[in-house]
T-cell receptor, first 114, second 114 residues
Framework: DGGITQSPKYLFRKEGQNVTLSCEQN?????MYWYRQDPGQGLRLIYY???????QKGDIAEGYSVSREKKESFPLTVTSAQKNPTAFYLC?????????????FGQGTRLTVV | DQQVKQNSPSLSVQEGRISILNCDYT??????FLWYKKYPAEGPTFLIS?????DKNEDGRFTVFLNKSAKHLSLHIVPSQPGDSAVYFC?????????????FGSGTQLTVLP
């Protein structure tokens, strides 16, 4: 079955620690995205990547880093510089360039800083 | 400044009645609009979309209407069912630099009462 897999589903982190969220897709999509969801807010774009070894900052990239070494994988690192990291993180992928294309989402990772 | 706004955080509707979810946008560069449905602790799933060259798109119980002059779109669900209870996100798509980007509204929690 094709889809996007995020792991882990729940993650706890101590303050001051970096943590990496995994996102893998087997849809053969070129574009991958990371969003963050906070209560009462929409999905805000953190980073996106259209092609391997290339990525761009979204609206709220500060305190986050990404890599795109493989087409299938787009891990997100939440660094200690992120001031309010507790949130629900969603990874998505889509076909590049087509107008009528939707993004497919993973199940999400809930990160809690303790 | 939110480019996509869903001004109603919640909506309750009786089973069998019509649910109308509204969305306003400010960026005239948006040329494709989507609705996503999201259950708690899951990723959003694509529901229905509409291109800016159309004013209506229908898929079963779901119809999306677009009023470009008012920069407004709405999602109609008829008849509403208890399984439709979820958060509905409106999203708008436009080219942003080198990639097509999705901008999400803050969501509307729909509750369909049996």
């Amino acid at each position: 079955d094709g889809g996007i897999t995020q792991s882990p589903k729940y993650l706890f982190r101590k303050e001051g620690q970096n943590v990496t969220l995994s996102c893998e897709q087997n849809l053969n999509h070129d574009a991958m995205y990371w969003y963050r969801q906070d209560p009462g807010q929409g999905l805000r774009l953190i980073y996106y990547s259209q092609i391997v070894n290339d990525f761009q900052k979204g609206d709220i990239a500060e305190g986050y880093s990404v890599s795109r070494e493989k087409k299938e994988s787009f891990p997100l690192t939440v660094t200690s510089a992120q001031k309010n990291p507790t949130a629900f993180y969603l990874c998505a992928s889509s076909i590049v360039g087509r107008l009528n294309t939707e993004a497919f989402f993973g199940q999400g990772t809930r990160l809690t800083v303790v | 400044d939110q480019q996509v706004k869903q001004n109603s955080p919640s909506l309750s509707v009786q089973e069998g009645r019509i649910s109308i979810l509204n969305c306003d946008y400010t960026n005239s560069m948006f040329d494709y609009f989507l609705w996503y449905k999201k259950y708690p602790a899951e990723g959003p799933t694509f529901l229905i979309s509409i291109s800016s060259i159309k004013d209506k798109n229908e898929d079963g119980r779901f119809t999306v209407f677009l009023n470009k002059s008012a920069k407004h779109l709405s999602l109609h669900i008829v008849p509403s069912q208890p399984g439709d209870s979820a958060v509905y996100f409106c999203a708008a798509s436009a080219w942003g630099g080198s990639a097509r980007q999705l901008t999400f509204g803050s969501g509307t929690q729909l509750t369909v009462l049996p």
